[in-house]
């Protein structure tokens, strides 16, 4: 039996749109059993996800190796369905591994991240989610460059508020100047406050997301997270994705002093405290 194993990311967050991205410790796992006469899924995820071809994992690997044989999958995932935590992003790749395995294609990681940032249209979510850890990239004409990131040991204190995203965001498609330098000099910084692991100013810099308004302003909960944080010197919360989750970057020392106090806000949800994860896509 083949397991594939792609852990959540967090993507496009802060000054790092579309190019920085972090390994969460949750993960979707996708078993091959055994082959069949049709495709079956058998999958924990809601009867809104298909159980037979039609599912994305086997569309997406069909349409890579049209002549792949059908076999019986067993999908798992503790990713938190449409909340910006990467859910799609991980069935991307484990398909494009999915049809890699059986049709013995012999995809090395760039192949299989090119593909996989040409269909979401960046490569934020994918590198993290193919490399783990922290990584930053940048898709040019096709083609990704991509390297691992040095960053504080963080952990993500998520919160999940109690409804999904529905549609994403009504995003600008044009930016001023002023927001585009500023954006690119807050990452700049961002990477610097990393490299010489200074917390609060990386944290302030993450709050930099200026072009980010419009995922911002469907996310009321963020504005409260961020005040109640901002209490213990906690820096770093931000929207994970598209949203509606909040993810907040701690030091391990403070993510119990800051769990008790997000506490108090009542917040409808649930507050997740997550590591990050040091390897990505897996194969065993």
Do not use: C
Request: no cysteine.
């Amino acid at each position: 039996m083949i397991t594939i194993k792609v852990p959540a990311t967090l993507g496009n967050f802060g000054p790092g749109v579309a190019s920085l991205g972090m390994a969460l410790d949750l993960s979707l796992t996708v078993e091959i059993i055994e082959a069949s006469n049709v495709w079956v899924v058998e999958h924990n995820l809601g009867d809104t996800i298909p159980y037979d071809e039609t599912n994305y994992i086997v569309a997406v690997a069909k349409k890579l190796y049209p002549d792949i044989t059908p076999h019986v999958l067993r999908v798992t995932s503790d990713i938190p369905l449409r909340q910006g935590l990467g859910s799609s992003t991980a069935a991307l790749l484990a398909a494009i591994e999915l049809a890699n395995q059986l049709g013995e294609l012999g995809l090395d990681d760039y192949t299989k991240l090119t593909l996989a940032a040409r269909t979401e249209g960046q490569p934020a979510n994918v590198t993290a989610a193919l490399l783990g850890g922290v990584t930053a990239s940048y898709l040019n004409d096709g083609n990704v460059f991509a390297s691992g990131v040095v960053a504080p040991e963080y952990q993500a204190v998520i919160y999940l508020p109690d409804y999904q995203r529905t549609d994403k965001a009504d995003k600008p498609t044009e930016i001023t100047l002023a927001d585009a330098t500023g954006t690119a000099a807050a990452g700049n910084m961002l990477l610097a406050a990393w490299q010489s692991q200074q917390l609060v100013l990386a944290g302030q810099l993450l709050e930099t997301d200026n072009i980010q308004r419009a995922v911002i302003n469907d996310v009321p909960e963020l504005g409260a997270i961020r005040q109640a944080s901002h209490a213990l010197d906690v820096y770093g919360s931000v929207v994970a994705g598209d949203g509606p989750a909040v993810v907040t970057l701690v030091a391990p020392n403070q993510t119990q002093d800051l769990l008790d106090v997000l506490a108090y806000l009542d917040l409808p949800g649930e507050f997740k405290v997550v590591d990050i994860a040091g390897t990505g896509l897996t194969v065993f």
